[in-house]
């Protein structure tokens, strides 16, 4: 308790600023949900344009890449990074409902979620030659099909399924606490990471070594 | 000064280390947001109406202005800014370009600004994947110029970067608080 009021308020006024605190913002009324249609990016010719409703974000491998490299303590080149986009639960149930089963899915909003292999990587003894792909996913009730494909800087609602070349299968755990932002995450595992996807009741890992 | 904020980062990455007591982390104060040119493209090329080729895009982080004095307030006029918040901002050219003259070749590049009370000078940069300005090494840079700023009708709450198309390719609109700016980009 004492570390957060440090983290919260005393360190961030300290230091004037540099990093947002860990505040979360009020959180918007999401009726027309960027989950299922484009909305948040109604009108970006114009500058003052209003921010998304699932805002992107991008997680490193090794994790805390950047903050490691700014302090001048990491690999000159990352492993890996995912670009993708934070739609909310809201009270709904998100998979066999707002996600359907058996049905592509973007693993996040509005575009297509990116992921990026800075060297070849190996997944379920598969060589992944290093490069950009998409990655998305068909999730079913107890496993998802997790797919990397090769149509780039593409909106995640219509997935040519021709452009895929690899895909994997991965077992569904089930959460008692639901989450309610979705969240990827690469977490440390022996010879390479886990890459921890989450939403609502629902926690997959996809097993990425180097 | 520097030293002081990496110092400060330090602790604060720490401690933020230490008071992780969930897996799931809220949504960043600050979120990140793409543009690309041709404007719209994901959803161009969805629609099937991408009629011109992929040139650029850029990944940068939206900090709100929050009734705060942006210019010459929060930013200090003569200092390096990472133009947004958290990760530094990359600009990626799928194709070479031109900026003022100056022959960018196809690649990634992080970008900074120094915003001064008249003009910003933008910073193309061949470190990416950092955070922040923090670290920032001009010995790095590949690219240095001047752009006049003006003023904004009313003050832009949400730091914005979009491309906007040109006769001779495309600007690179900036917006916060009560100033504008564009950095002309030509292919």
């Not at chain 2, 011109?52 to 990944?59: C, F, Q």
């Amino acid at each position: 308790m004492k570390i957060n009021l440090l983290y919260n308020f005393l360190l961030p006024a300290l230091i004037g600023g540099i990093m947002s605190s860990c505040n979360t913002e009020p959180r918007q009324s999401n009726k027309n949900d960027s989950a299922i249609v484009p909305a948040g990016k109604i009108d970006l010719t114009n500058p003052l344009s209003q921010m998304d409703k699932s805002p992107m974000d991008l997680q490193y491998f090794p994790v805390d890449y950047s903050k490691l490299k700014m302090l001048g303590k990491s690999e000159p080149m990352p492993y890996a990074r995912v670009i993708f986009s934070r739609p909310q639960k809201n009270g709904r149930k998100i998979f066999g409902n707002v996600v359907k089963y058996d049905e592509p899915w973007r693993l996040g909003a509005n575009e297509a979620t990116e992921i990026e292999f800075f060297r070849d990587a190996i997944i379920q003894n598969q060589k992944i030659p290093q490069g950009r792909y998409v990655i998305y996913c068909i999730p079913q009730q107890d496993k998802w099909t997790i797919i990397l494909n090769k149509d780039l800087f593409t909106w995640g609602l219509k997935i040519d399924r021709t452009k895929d070349v690899y895909q994997f299968e991965v077992p569904v755990v089930r959460l008692n606490a639901p989450v309610e932002v979705f969240t990827m995450e690469f977490e440390n595992a022996k010879d390479g990471t886990n890459l921890l996807m989450g939403w609502d009741d629902v926690k997959t890992l996809l097993p990425i070594r180097f | 000064m520097k030293k002081i904020s990496i110092l400060g980062f330090v602790i604060l990455f720490s401690l933020h280390v230490l008071s992780q007591d969930s897996l799931w982390p809220p949504i960043d104060n600050s979120p990140m947001d793409m543009s690309y040119f041709p404007v719209n493209y994901p959803l161009l090329k969805i629609n099937k109406a991408a009629d011109a080729p992929l040139v650029m895009r850029v990944i940068y982080s939206r900090p709100q202005k929050k009734d705060r004095e942006v210019f010459g307030g929060l930013l200090e006029y003569g200092q390096v800014w990472r133009l947004g918040a958290n990760e530094a901002t990359e600009i990626e050219f799928f194709r070479d370009v031109k900026i003022e003259g100056n022959k960018v070749k196809k690649g990634k590049y992080s970008m900074y600004a120094i915003p001064y009370e008249n003009k910003w000078t933008i910073i193309l940069n061949k470190e990416t994947d950092t955070w922040g300005a923090f670290a920032y090494d001009s010995k790095k840079d590949i690219l240095r110029v001047d752009v006049k700023t003006e003023k904004n009708s009313g003050p832009a709450e949400v730091f914005s970067m979009v491309f906007s198309k040109t006769g001779t390719g495309a600007n690179l609109m900036m917006t916060w608080d009560n100033v504008k700016t564009f950095l002309p980009i030509s292919f």
